[in-house]
């Protein structure tokens, strides 16, 4: 089943069919791993819970048997489904919470924090962390000056995939800015290939596409305000970012089957309508994990037939990198936290982080991975790009938000982002709906 991969981990979930996914998941909920014989934490058992299905689970795993190798401690990982927060405070209320929680959105690692769930980091795992990732990722995973979230997988959010002979056959070439990208798309469709495949069922497509453009076009200060709704979201800034996006949305020649098909189409199928047999479209705005689904679902080669840019800068602004992740975080309750602790400084290291790279559907913030770990030349460069953005890289915003706003299916951006696509004449109207929503979320 499709979930909003934290939005970061979608994930390669995406590629499996929702029976698959879910049989997966079933299977996996007791798996374990043995212990090596001998080592520091030999007889003891670490418990993790996490969103991951399907093959990312599976990726998982190895990542943890590396760990069994290493200190003689089983693992077992229990799947939590999409709602982390849910799964964990039931767990906590009945006394059998997990070590660690890999936790895909930093509101839900905030609200932990705040509710007294977690410990700290250790010094291990702080110093570790701090030699290897760029002090952006220990921010948003600190909670009033402590240091909670280490962040482990990363996702690039600002990559625009594309069909290189749809390119070659309407004789464009990988656009710098975004009026280009515009004109890029228009000249495709003129060539009979509408420009953009757009999941508008999905409504945290959309907050990626809006996210963007405005960190691009406002700045990255103005970005964090915004995140943060210390400014509103009535602000011209926002406005001047919803007309940008609503001149793509009202564009049929831009959006494949226009708004009415797009509000129809989830993510893995907008992969497949540029990516899978019967192309519709040349192009599809999503993070890295489009390439994973490209590769995975319909055996394209990445950088050969499946290529990507970055997501061009708007206005004049910078090149934008939105990024997503998954952190590592010990809970307080847990029966063998301290173990727990032990995985976490595991995870910090690059060792960890190379064993899911070979494995591919992976990328990691950590500047010491060896970017020969990682298996084809596209999700090289995707990783180590995402890593030079260094301090400049923006989490998602609507990760950042209060579930109620950036978080549910049917509610607050996800909804009324998806309303303007349908009508995009009213962006001031928009604004207005979408600060009322963020107010009554954020609770100021």
Known sequence: MMRRPGKTTLRTAATASAALALALGATACGGTTGPASGGELSGQTVTVAGVWTGSEQKNFKKVLDAFTEKTGAKTVFVPSGDNVSTFVGSKIEGGNAPDVVMVPQVGV??????EGWLLPLSDQAAKTAAASLAPVWENYGSVDGKYYGLYFKAAHKSTVWYAPEAFAQAGVSEPKSYADLLKAGRTLADSGRP????????GWTLTDWFENIYLSQAGPEKYDQLAQHKIKWTDDSVVKALT????????KQLVAGGAQSALGTDFPSSVE???GPQPKAGMVYEGDFVGGVAKDQFGKKLGEDAKFFPFPAVDGGTTPVVSGGDAAVVLKDAKNNKAGMKLVEFL???EAAEVWAGAGGFLSPNTQVDLAAYGDDTTRSTAKSLVAAGNSVRFDMSDQAPAAFGGTKGAGEWKLLQDFLRDP?????TAAELEAAAAKAYGN
Not at 109 to 114: D, S, V
């Open 109 to 114: 690692l905030r609200q932990f924090a705040k």
């Open 273 to 275: 309508q540029v990516f």
């Open 244 to 251: 940008t996006l609503g001149e793509l949305f009202k564009d």
């Open 425 to 429: 004449s009213n962006p001031q109207g």
């Open 195 to 202: 420009a953009f495949a757009v999941a508008g069922e999905d």
């Open 348 to 350: 910090a290291g690059p």
